[in-house]
T-cell receptor
Framework: ELKVEQNPLFLSMQEGKNYTIYCNYS?????LYWYRQDPGKSLESLFVLLSNGAVKQEGRLMASLDTKARLSTLHITAAVHDLSATYFC????????????FGGGTRLMVKP | KAGVTQTPRYLIKTRGQQVTLSCSPISGHRSVSWYQQTPGQGLQFLFEYFSETQRNKGNFPGRFSGRQFSNSRSEMNVSTLELGDSALYLC?????????????FGPGTRLTVT
């Protein structure tokens, strides 16, 4: 069974702090995605990680992929209130077309 | 470049009715996938169409069906609606790995079944 697990499910943090969201997946995959969702909105693409060791950064967010450990991380540096949202990781197993399997999401609240 | 569009954005139906949702992918993208998002089950894959053929199917009953047209636009249909079908339905458009493998989501259709 395909399984993608994120932790933590809920994260409350102060502005200026750093934290990491973890995403473990169960199948052989070299395509890992991170999305952001604001309340009542659709999914906004953050990162696409396509190979082992891939690291991408955009502003205060940095994502990495370790396909051997089946682990991706989303690191938040010096959080600001505007980063408050729900973050999802999703993977596409090998030979699965574009079928995304999503984690349960991490709801991030950054307090000013 | 226009993004993914979905119509309608909001829909209210009663149990037993059927509904058709539409998704227009980004120009040039041949893959369209559909997802259901609910508070209890999260984001779940419904099906994927590529060049008018269903390439993958999720674990949903046969009441959920879809199709893709030659211009890559896709529709999904839900027949005999149940209260549990109330959800945000999202479609995603992809141009393939040669274009970076991005999956772009539309704004969604929020379906309420009463």
């Amino acid at each position: 069974e395909l399984k993608v697990e994120q932790n933590p499910l809920f994260l409350s943090m102060q502005e200026g702090k750093n934290y990491t969201i973890y995403c473990n997946y169960s199948t052989t995959s070299d395509r890992l995605y991170w999305y952001r969702q604001d309340p009542g909105k659709s999914l906004e693409s953050l990162f696409v990680l396509l190979s082992n060791g891939a690291v991408k950064q955009e502003g205060r967010l940095m994502a990495s992929l370790d396909t051997k450990a089946r682990l991706s991380t989303l690191h938040i540096t010096a959080a600001v209130h505007d980063l408050s949202a729900t973050y999802f990781c999703a993977e596409i197993p090998n030979n699965a077309g574009n079928m995304l399997t999503f984690g349960g999401g991490t709801r991030l609240m950054v307090k000013p | 470049k226009a993004g993914v569009t979905q119509t309608p954005r909001y829909l209210i139906k009663t149990r037993g009715q059927q509904v058709t949702l539409s998704c227009s992918p980004i120009s040039g993208h041949r893959s369209v996938s559909w997802y259901q998002q609910t508070p209890g089950q999260g984001l779940q894959f419904l099906f994927e169409y590529f060049s008018e053929t269903q390439r993958n199917k999720g674990n949903f009953p046969g009441r959920f069906s879809g199709r893709q047209f030659s211009n890559s636009r896709s529709e999904m249909n839900v027949s005999t609606l149940e209260l549990g079908d109330s959800a945000l339905y999202l479609c995603a458009s992809s141009g393939g790995l040669h274009l970076g493998g991005e999956q772009y989501f539309g704004p969604g259709t929020r379906l309420t079944v009463t």
